[in-house]
Antibody, heavy 117, light 110 residues
């Protein structure tokens, strides 16, 4: 069974940092593009970043460039999102997902990040 | 404001057919494949349609997708109460070098 389990969310002050993790199981992690997608409370889905199978291509939404870093460890079947310089507008549930634009896509249940003083 | 434009809401009665549109441009829908996701209340999104009009296994044939030029559409026929959810289109944008989602459409079954 495919499983994606996010962790690392929580309450952080503006300007602070958090590192999200996504543990994958039940499929060959190294075969897939991986994405982070977020959803602010009561709002729609917003794509945050993605990373190619071998990490050789990475893309970000403009609003997080220079603050967030996506990475992966295929040996550990894990995806990460290092978030620095957090702002109130980064408050959201963060999902990791496989291959958003392919014939199959799996999502985790999400982890909540709250940026507030 | 989303790069892909969807109506914020849609509604229908049980058994009816509803259509949700997704309008983009040459750099996104005009050049790339479109997927659709369904998000039931309180849950993670689920892939509903891929490559404009293909259904993953397990998705009922009541759901269908299409694309024409720089727009895509999701149609739901034989509407059921369990179809009440948020629906999102998504594609790649060649100009932005980014994945772009539509703003989402909240479907209400009356």
């Amino acid at each position: 069974e495919v499983q994606l389990v996010e962790s690392g969310g929580g309450l952080v002050q503006p300007g602070g940092s958090l590192r999200l993790s996504c543990a994958a199981s039940g499929f060959t992690f190294s075969y897939y593009w991986m994405h982070w997608v977020r959803q602010a409370p009561g709002r729609g889905l917003e794509w945050v970043a993605n990373i190619k199978q071998d990490g050789s291509e990475i893309y970000y939404v403009d609003s997080v460039k220079g603050r967030f870093t996506i990475s992966r460890d295929n040996a550990k079947n894990s995806l990460y999102l290092q978030m620095n310089g957090l702002r109130a507008e980064d408050t959201a549930v963060y999902y990791c997902a496989t291959s958003l634009l392919a014939a199959t896509s799996h999502w985790g249940q999400g982890t909540l990040v709250t940026v507030s003083s | 404001q989303s790069v892909l434009t969807q109506p914020p809401s849609a509604s229908g009665t049980p058994g009816q057919r509803v259509t949700i549109s997704c309008s983009g441009s040459r750099s996104n829908i005009g050049s790339n494949t479109v997927n659709w996701y369904q998000q039931l209340p309180g849950t993670a999104p689920k892939l509903l349609i891929y490559s404009h009009d293909q259904r993953p296994s397990g998705v009922p044939d009541r759901f269908s997708g299409s694309k024409s030029g720089t727009s895509a559409s999701l149609a739901i026929s034989g509407l059921r109460s369990e179809d009440e959810a948020d629906y999102y289109c998504v594609t790649w944008d060649d100009s932005l070098n980014a994945v772009v989602f539509g703003g989402g459409t909240k479907l209400t079954v009356l």
